[in-house]
């Protein structure tokens, strides 16, 4: 009897082994079109794991993958442990995933990335699928009108002057001016403004309500930031918990966001929900503010409405202000464009008399350069999916639940659709469309059904910026082109040095 028990236990072990073995073995075949890309070399066991969360903690993360993909061309494949992610540079590939295949269901968020931004942000429309991504873009879309932005045109330009009223002293001083940074406190005052309803002269909206501070804000979303690229790359979500001088500066990190918005975000609910009667008092921006706007849907509770603040304050600042330091040093390193922009400010001002609202129908060359900024440094580089079903792309087989990232660094590269793609060439998108040459397609605020809900702000602010730093400064880079290459990364990528620019005042005296 002994032995025949023995003899039941190795079949059933035997059979076990022989399942697995299966399973994998079919599980392989499956992936083996992907595995049939060109592919950076890993580890037997964790891949290309190690390296990208190596470059994560660096601040080269994109900066990694794009390297390989000049390496190894326009579709490859990295291995994370056992899960393989295929990775696309093909312009017109990435416009039909983006259109097509997200509004048909057959790639949707990937879970690893979404996870991570769950974990760290909360649950809030840039983690959310399906009808619950649905009702928050529907809430989020009517505040991010681009008329809600031209009428406000006044406050932005009063925000831009102000930096470059900071900027003057340092010109005449020659000192040179670290313009990330910046840029930063601008486009952090002016989201604060219509999100939260802070003005730029800091005048308390409501009794309690804590003191805003951008430079702290900011920091503290970007070591959140940090945290879900990390978490991304492969590192446990338990690491920022363990007692460690990392773990504290996370949990510092949130409860300083936590401290700072949660009041806000209770008593835009209290203002949304109570009669007119019964309505706190408060100022009339905070009452018109974004906020109170998404505070009015009845399924916002107060947990949503803080993870959704977080999500758009982060996402309307440091993208923006990013975009305008990589367009500076641009500006700085071609002579021909720095002019040719230069020329056209100031003719719309001179056809103007200042700049103004209606200058902006004469400044297309200004918003070209920031295109040509976003083509050649996206701040956003990819965005991670996943395939729902099984598909085929460009010939390749891709089973479910295989990871696919369009790759908009590398995608603007492309020499068919970017002809001398290293030349820095606003002309790019204010030409018309041939036979020969196709009009170029813009990732830098994705497309499809998920297109950035803040690009109207973000194109406005960044041509009123340029347009007036254009007006008044010449300038050059300290660092050279160095500026734009070194670059580091929290979730977005920006300059390492923070892009330190010296500024000389035109001669000419200017209204």
């Known amino acids: 009897m002994f032995e025949h028990s023995w003899t039941i236990l190795a079949f059933l072990v035997g059979t076990g082994i022989s399942l697995i073995l299966w399973r994998w073995q079919k599980h392989q075949l499956a992936l083996s079109s992907i595995y049939g890309l060109p592919s950076p070399k890993g580890k037997w066991l964790t891949g290309n794991a190690m390296e990208l969360l190596a470059a994560a903690k660096q601040g080269t993360y ?21 899960r393989p992610m295929v990775i696309v540079a093909k312009p017109q590939l990435i416009e039909s995933i983006l259109t097509e295949g997200q509004t048909q269901g057959i790639f949707t968020r990937s879970p690893s990335f979404y996870h991570a931004y769950k974990d760290v942000f909360g649950v809030h429309i840039g983690n959310q699928v399906g009808q619950a991504w649905k009702w928050r873009r529907q809430t989020a879309a009517p505040a991010f009108r681009a008329s809600r932005f031209t009428q406000k045109f006044d406050l932005i330009h009063e925000g831009c002057q102000q930096v470059i009223t900071q900027l003057q002293s340092s010109a005449q001083t020659g000192k040179e001016v670290q313009v990330d940074p910046l840029f930063v406190d601008l486009t952090m005052n002016i989201i604060a403004y ?11 909206n409501f009794a309690g309500e804590p003191p805003f501070d951008a430079q702290r804000l900011y920091a503290a979303l970007a070591l959140l930031e940090k945290h879900v690229l990390l978490q991304t790359a492969g590192r446990s979500r338990w690491f920022k918990f363990l007692p460690t001088s990392e773990g504290r500066e996370y949990r510092q990190a949130q409860d300083y966001l936590q401290q700072n918005l949660k009041p806000r975000v209770a008593m835009a609910l209290q203002v949304a929900r109570a009669s007119e009667a019964e309505s706190p008092s408060v100022s009339s921006s905070f009452r018109d503010s974004m906020l109170v706007q998404f505070a009015k849907n009845p399924q ?14 982060f996402a309307g600042h440091d993208t923006t202000a990013h975009t305008m330091s990589f367009a500076v040093g641009e500006l700085g390193l071609n002579p021909g464009v720095f002019q040719a922009a230069q020329q056209a400010v100031d003719e719309a001002w001179e056809k103007e008399g200042e700049l103004n609202l209606s200058t902006l129908k004469h400044l297309d060359y200004i918003e070209a350069v920031v295109k040509e ?38 995608a603007g590269q492309d020499t068919e659709m970017f002809p001398k793609p290293e030349e820095f060439r606003p002309e790019r998108w204010l030409q018309k469309e ?17 297109f950035c809900v803040g690009a109207p702000l973000a194109l406005l602010e960044a041509t009123v910026m340029l347009s007036l730093l254009l007006r008044h400064f010449n300038w050059e880079l300290v660092n050279g082109r160095d500026s734009l290459d070194d670059v580091n990364q929290y979730l977005t990528v920006f300059p390492r040095d923070r892009m330190p620019i010296r500024f000389v005042s035109r001669t000419e005296s200017r209204a």
């Open 434 to 450: 041939t036979d020969q040459q196709p009009l170029p397609l813009m990732f830098g605020f994705s497309r499809g059904s998920h």
């Open 62 to 82: 994109s900066l990694t993958i794009f390297r390989w993909m000049q390496q190894y061309g326009s579709m490859i494949s990295v291995r994370i442990f056992t």
């Open 300 to 313: 916002h509770d107060q947990d949503s409405l803080m993870a959704e603040t977080r999500a758009f304050i």
């Open 194 to 204: 219509f999100f939260l309803g802070v003005t730029f002269d800091k005048t308390s």
């Open 373 to 410: 900024a976003l083509r050649l440094h996206p701040v956003a580089p990819g965005i991670a999916l996943v395939t729902t079903q099984e598909t085929e792309l460009d010939g390749v087989k891709m089973p479910k639940n295989v990871g696919v990232e369009p790759f908009f660094w590398a």
